[in-house]
Structures are given as C-alpha cells and as structure tokens.
C-alpha cells in the first residue's frame, strides 16, 4: 500500500514537473523557437536527409576523437588532417574493443553502459566540438592506456612506437599547459596572446590597454559581453 502511493506520488510530481518545464521560457528557447538547436538539428536531418548527416556526423566524430588521441586542438587540426581522422579511427576501435571486453566485468557495466549512451547521443549532434567529450575523459583515458599496454606487448617495435607515442602526447600537454598559462597571466594583454588574432580588436577595445584598435574590426557584440562579464575589461571602463 505505502509503496503504490509513493509511486503515484511520484508519478504526480514528474508530471507536473514535465508540464512546468514545457510552460517554460527556456523550454522555449531550448526546443520550440526557430532558431533553437533542436529546430536547427531537425532542420538539418529535414532538408539533407538522414544518411548524408549520418555520414557528415560520423566526419565530425573521428576528427573529435582524432584531436583527443593526437592531443591537437581544433584551431591545428586542419594542419594535419589525415592524421587526425587516423587516429580518430584507430581510437574509435580501441575504445569500442575495450567497451566490448569491459561488459564481461560486471561492476564495469555501468561504466560501459554511460561512455556507450553519451557516446550514442553526441553521435547524433550535426556539429563538431571536441569539448563536448570532456566528461568521457577519465574513461577514455583508462582506455587508451589499456590499449596502449596491449599494443606494447605484441613485439619490441610496437613497445617503442608506443613509448613514442605516450612522449608525443604528454609533451604536447606540456606545451598546451604552458600556453594556456601564458594566456591567463596575460592580462590586459590577453588580445595579444589569445587565439588566431581575428578577435585582437574586440579585446584591445573593450580592456582598453593603449594598443592602436581598429573599430572596423571591433565586434560590439561581444565588446559588451566583456564589459558585463570579464572584470579587466570593467575596469577598464570604469568612470566611463
């Protein structure tokens, strides 16, 4: 008895949390207003048609899993394409080989269960950002160590092309380390050590540092972001 009034109870309460999410402006936002992402994503599979995004989709994830595994941010993987997608595939078969092997550990199904549902659900997003495997990482991480330490035991050669390997990857890391800290102790200089240059202005404007800006190039936009979010660039501003 105490048990079925419970489930009606809850029953009740994810119903009406259901009714007051959808009656609410970011379910708006997020799911019904043209310019959402869910629009957007149906859009996409509408106009072009499942197997074309399917196909562009998995594009999309052997260059995500190519950067992961080469450890090459996305800004450098244009440079060495076809090693990405390499290395993208050859992670992929890791990573689902050792997802197989796991499901014979029972307290490793879960884990399987999780990297194989978060990895079902990014599948089907049109768009291509590395980030959003951040989450998976620890478990990747595991992985491809495992998968390391097998390819190392099938001969000398493969044990030093995998010590080549584990040195590329931490050495990037380094540098990827030192660079960002370069960047975050920049301070009103960060225009100068951030990105690719093409938003140089937009940070010269908005943290006024006393380097020429030219306003052409000045996205205002994102020149008031700053100003309301990013305390040097309210400081700059400030008694203005």
């Not at 590329?168 to 030192?178: C, E, S, V």
Request: net charge positive.
């Amino acid at each position: 008895m105490l048990h079925s009034r419970f489930s009606c109870w809850w029953g009740g309460g994810v119903a009406l949390g259901f009714l007051f999410l959808k009656t609410s402006e970011w379910y708006k936002a997020q799911f019904v207003l043209p310019q959402s992402y869910f629009q957007s994503f149906m859009n996409r599979y509408a106009t072009r048609g499942p197997v074309e995004v399917i196909m562009q989709n998995s594009q999309f994830r052997l260059n995500e899993f190519g950067q992961t595994f080469v450890n090459v941010p996305d800004s450098k993987a244009a440079r060495v394409l076809p090693l990405v997608y390499v290395a993208g595939f050859c992670g992929w078969i890791a990573v689902l080989r050792d997802a197989y092997l796991s499901l014979r550990t029972p307290h490793l199904v879960p884990l399987v269960v999780n990297l194989l549902w978060y990895a079902a659900m990014i599948f089907c997003w049109p768009h291509i950002d590395g980030r959003f495997w951040i989450p998976l990482l620890p478990i990747l991480a595991v992985m491809l160590f495992e998968a390391i330490h097998e390819f190392s035991g099938f001969g000398q050669v493969y044990r030093v092309m995998a010590r080549l390997y584990l040195l590329w990857y931490f050495t990037l890391g380094i540098l990827a380390l030192g660079y960002s800290s370069r960047i975050s102790m920049s301070g009103k200089l960060f225009s100068e050590a951030y990105g690719d240059g093409t938003v140089k202005m937009t940070y010269r404007h908005a943290f006024h540092n006393g380097l020429p800006v030219n306003q052409r190039l000045v996205n205002e936009s994102q020149a008031k972001l700053l100003r309301l979010f990013e305390p040097l660039a309210q400081v700059g501003n400030a008694g203005k």
